[in-house]
Nanobody, 125 residues
Framework: QVQLVESGGGLVQAGGSLRLSCAAS????????MGWFRQAPGKEREFVAG????????SYANSVKGRFTISRDNARNAVYLQMNSLKPEDTAVYYC??????????????????WGQGTQVTVSS
C-alpha cells in the first residue's frame, strides 16, 4: 500500500501560479512512477503530467506543456506539480497517483494503483 496526500491547491487569478505537493508513505516511493491527473465537474478524469521512478522521464498533456512542471524528490517521498500561467480551464480537482507496474509515466488512469484524495484548484478569470 501507498498512501498519497495532496496539498497546495487553492484559488488563484488567471496568469498566476500554484505548486501542488503530494506526500507519499508506505512502500518504497522510488519504485513507483507518479502522475498528476485532474477532473473538472461533469468531465472525465484526465492526465496532466507524469514522471518516471528516477525522475529522468516526464510526460505532459498538450494542454499544460510549457506551463506545468512535474518533479519528484525520492529522499522526501514527494512529487510536485508547479503550475504557471494558470487559465480558468485549469480549474479542477487535482489528484496524485502512483503506478507500480511501469517505469515510464503512463497517461492512462487505469495503470495507476494508488490515488490521493485530491486537492481543488480554482482559477478565476
Amino acid at each position: 500500500q501507498v498512501q498519497l496526500v495532496e496539498s497546495g491547491g487553492g484559488l488563484v487569478q488567471a496568469g498566476g501560479s500554484l505548486r501542488l505537493s503530494c506526500a507519499a508513505s508506505g512502500r518504497t516511493f522510488s519504485n513507483y512512477a507518479m502522475g498528476w491527473f485532474r477532473q473538472a465537474p461533469g468531465k472525465e478524469r484526465e492526465f496532466v503530467a507524469g514522471i518516471s521512478w528516477s525522475g529522468g522521464r516526464t510526460s505532459y498533456a498538450n494542454s499544460v506543456k510549457g506551463r506545468f512542471t512535474i518533479s519528484r524528490d525520492n529522499a522526501r517521498n514527494a512529487v510536485y506539480l508547479q503550475m504557471n500561467s494558470l487559465k480558468p480551464e485549469d480549474t479542477a480537482v487535482y489528484y496524485c497517483a502512483a503506478d507500480s507496474g511501469n517505469s515510464y509515466p503512463s497517461r492512462t488512469a487505469g495503470d495507476y494503483d494508488f490515488w490521493g484524495q485530491g486537492t481543488q484548484v480554482t482559477v478565476s478569470s
